[in-house]
């Protein structure tokens, strides 16, 4: 079982930046595809970005070149640095890891969730 807990979530102005982390635990992640996800009040989940065991990594057209996804394997913990964040962005991110080290933008391939994190830009 891997147990998620994401934190840095906050309230920022449009432009601003935020960074948020995601801590695993109960077994290493450094091997496992693991990904962020961001679900808008009315709206369904979407993939944000996601970094392969490889590792590789892919993001939403919506986020690419303003967001960074990255992983600390000694702190078993992963990041999203999210720059010059608009209104649009504002939604509750997920982390989430999958047994497999192949990375996915499908929600329902990932097997570990956490808890989210509210972000909200304001304009």
């Known amino acids: 079982q891997v147990q998620l807990a994401e934190s840095g979530g906050g309230l920022v102005q449009a432009g601003g930046s935020l960074r948020l982390s995601c801590a695993a635990s109960?077994?290493?992640?450094?091997?496992?595809?693991m990904g962020w996800f961001r679900q808008a009040p009315g709206k369904e989940r979407e993939f944000v970005a996601f970094?392969?065991?490889?590792?590789?990594?892919y993001y939403a057209d919506s986020v690419k070149g303003r967001f960074t996804i990255s992983r600390d394997n000694a702190k078993n913990t992963m990041y999203l640095q999210m720059n010059s964040l608009k209104p649009e962005d504002t939604a509750v991110y997920y982390c989430?890891?999958?047994?497999?080290?192949?990375?996915?933008?499908?929600?329902?391939?990932?097997?570990?969730w956490g808890q989210g994190t509210q972000v909200t830009v304001s304009s």
């Open positions: 989430a890891a999958r047994l497999s080290g192949i990375g996915s933008s499908v929600p329902r391939e990932y097997a570990y």
């Open positions: 109960g077994r290493t992640v450094s091997r496992s595809a």
């Open positions: 970094m392969s065991g490889a590792p590789v990594t």
